[in-house]
C-alpha cells in the first residue's frame, strides 16, 4: 500500500519522479529565494500578533473580535487546504492553481487600503468586519497557491538543496523586513499619519511586496508529475486517499498531534500585545518596538532552522521550534503571576514581552523547514498534496484557539477580573505546548536525499 511506503523509499520516489526538468535548476532555485524574499518582506508588515491585533484594538474593545482577526490570518489559509488538496491533486501541472489564485487574493490588500482611505474608518465595527473579510478571501486564495507551492517545491528540488535555499532565503527575506518593520514603527509614531491613513499605508506597501513576489512567480520553471504518478494518484477518491493516509501511518498521526497541542500555543500569542501595553500603559509605538523585535527574531530563527534543516533535518527545526513555543507562554505566565514584577520592575516585564515576540517571529519562520518539510519528505509522491492539505487543515483548526481565548478572557474577567484570566490562559497553554514538544522528540529521523 502506498500509505505503508517507508521514509526510504518515499524519498527515493521523490527524487526519481518527473525527469523533465533537473532538479535544483538554477532558475528555479532563484525564484523560489526571490518569491521568498519578497513576500517575507511584505508579511512584515502586518504581522497577525502585532500590526493587525494593534489595528483591532484601535477598532474595537471586543476581545472575541480581536481573537478572532488574530486566528482570521493562519486559520483563513490552513482550513481551506484539503478543499485545496482535492482542487490539485491528481493534476499533471500545477502552475495555474499557484498564479490564478494568487492575482486574484492578493489584490483584497489593496482593496483594503482603499477602503481605510475613502471611509476613514468612521463606522470601526463594519472596518473590523471588512478586515476579517479581506484576510479571509486573500488567504484562501493562497491556500490553494500554498499547495501546488509546495507540491512543485517537492519535485523541483531535492531536500538538501531545499532546506539551504529556503533557509537563505527567509534569512534574507527577514533582514529586510526589518527594514519593513521600521517603517511601521515610523508610520505608527505620534506625529506620523493620522489614523486610520497610517495603516493604509501600511497595507499598501504590503500589496506592493505581494505583487513583486507575484511577478517573480511567473518565471518558475514546473517539473509535472510523471504519467505513472499521475496515474496512481487518480486510482482511488479523494477521501479514500486522505482515509488511508491517517489510517496507515502512524508516525504521520504522531506529528498531527505534535502540531495540534504545540499550535495551541496561538490562542496566547494573540494576546501577548494586548496584555502587555495595557499592564505597562505602553502608547502604539511599542506596536512597531514588537514588529522590529517580531522581524529581528525571524532572522535568528531562520538562521538556528537553516543550520538545523542542512546539516540534521527538518526533525530537528520541529524539536527547536516547538521547545520555542512552550518557552513563549512560560515566560508570560511568569510575568502574569507575578504583579509586583510590572510595578517595581515594568522595564524588565517590557523586555521579557520583547523577548516573547521574538520568539514568535522565530517560531513562524519554522513550518517551511520543519512540519512542512518534514511532511513534504515523508509523504509519497502521488499523496504529497493529500498530506500537506491534511496537516495544514488541522493547523487551521488548531488557530481557531485565539477565539476560544478570547471568550475564555472575557468570561473569567466577568467573574474572578482579568488578571486571573491571563495567569489561568497562559499556564494551560504553556502546559499542551511543553507536551507538545515532548511528543516531538519522538519522531523518528528521515534518510536524507
Given at each position: 500500500m502506498a500509505g505503508n511506503t517507508s521514509p526510504e523509499a518515499?524519498?527515493?520516489?521523490?527524487?526519481?519522479?518527473?525527469?523533465a526538468v533537473p532538479y535544483d535548476k538554477p532558475r528555479n532555485i532563484a525564484v523560489y529565494s526571490g518569491d521568498t524574499i519578497s513576500f517575507i518582506a511584505g508579511l512584515s508588515f502586518i504581522p497577525a500578533s502585532t500590526v493587525l491585533v494593534g489595528l483591532a484594538s484601535k477598532l474595537t474593545d471586543s476581545k472575541v473580535l480581536i481573537g478572532i482577526v488574530a486566528m482570521s490570518w493562519s486559520v483563513s489559509w490552513l482550513i481551506p487546504q484539503l478543499v485545496a488538496a482535492r482542487i490539485v491533486h491528481g493534476k499533471r501541472r500545477q502552475k495555474p492553481y499557484l498564479i490564478i489564485p494568487s492575482i486574484i487574493g492578493r489584490q483584497l490588500m489593496l482593496l483594503f487600503a482603499l477602503w481605510l482611505v475613502v471611509t476613514r474608518a468612521q463606522d470601526s465595527l463594519l472596518t473590523v468586519w471588512v478586515l476579517i473579510g479581506s484576510i479571509i478571501l486573500f488567504n484562501i486564495c493562497d491556500a490553494i497557491a500554498g499547495i501546488s507551492w509546495f507540491d512543485m517545491l517537492s519535485r523541483n528540488l531535492t531536500p538538501r538543496r531545499r532546506g539551504r535555499t529556503l533557509a537563505i532565503a527567509q534569512l534574507i527575506g527577514s533582514i529586510v523586513g526589518i527594514g519593513s518593520g521600521l517603517i511601521v514603527e515610523r508610520i505608527l509614531a505620534p506625529g506620523g499619519l493620522p489614523f486610520p491613513l497610517n495603516y493604509a499605508l501600511i497595507f499598501g506597501c504590503t500589496w506592493s511586496c505581494f505583487m513583486v513576489s507575484l511577478v517573480i512567480c511567473l518565471?518558475?520553471?514546473e517539473n509535472p508529475l510523471s504519467e505513472e504518478t499521475l496515474s496512481r494518484s487518480q486510482e482511488d477518491s479523494f477521501l479514500s486517499h486522505v482515509r488511508e493516509a491517517i489510517k496507515s501511518d502512524?508516525?504521520?498521526?504522531?506529528?498531527?498531534?505534535?502540531?495540534?497541542?504545540?499550535?495551541?500555543e496561538t490562542m496566547a500569542a494573540a494576546f501577548y500585545v494586548i496584555f502587555i501595553t495595557r499592564r505597562l500603559m505602553l502608547d502604539d509605538r511599542a506596536i512597531g518596538v514588537f514588529s522590529i523585535a517580531?522581524?529581528?527574531g525571524g532572522i535568528l530563527g531562520v538562521s538556528l532552522f537553516g543550520?538545523?534543516?542542512e546539516r540534521f533535518g527538518?526533525?530537528?527545526v520541529i524539536h527547536a521550534a516547538t521547545t520555542l513555543q512552550f518557552c513563549a507562554p512560560m515566560l508570560a505566565f511568569i510575568v502574569a503571576v507575578s504583579p509586583g514584577l510590572t510595578l517595581v520592575a515594568p522595564d524588565i516585564a517590557y523586555g521579557?514581552?520583547?523577548?516573547?515576540?521574538?520568539?514568535?517571529?522565530?517560531?513562524?519562520?519554522?513550518?517551511?523547514?520543519g512540519f512542512s518539510g518534514y511532511t513534504i519528505d515523508r509523504a509519497p509522491e502521488q499523496r504529497r498534496a493529500i498530506y500537506v492539505g491534511v496537516f495544514n487543515t488541522l493547523g487551521g483548526i488548531v488557530g481557531l484557539a485565539p477565539v476560544f481565548g478570547g471568550a475564555f478572557l472575557t468570561a473569567?474577567?466577568?467573574?474572578?477580573g482579568e488578571p486571573v484570566g491571563y495567569n489561568l490562559m497562559f499556564g494551560a497553554v504553556a502546559l499542551c505546548a511543553g507536551t507538545g514538544m515532548l511528543i516531538s522528540f519522538r519522531l523518528p529521523r528521515l534518510q536524507r536525499a
Open positions: 518515499a524519498i527515493t520516489l521523490h527524487v526519481a519522479a518527473s525527469p518565471f518558475l520553471q502512524e508516525v504521520f498521526r504522531r506529528l498531527l498531534l505534535t502540531r495540534f497541542l504545540s499550535g495551541v517580531y522581524t529581528v543550520m538545523l534543516a527538518a526533525r530537528r521579557i514581552f520583547i523577548l516573547i515576540l521574538a520568539i514568535n517571529g522565530a517560531v513562524v519562520r519554522s513550518p517551511m523547514l473569567i474577567a466577568a467573574t474572578l
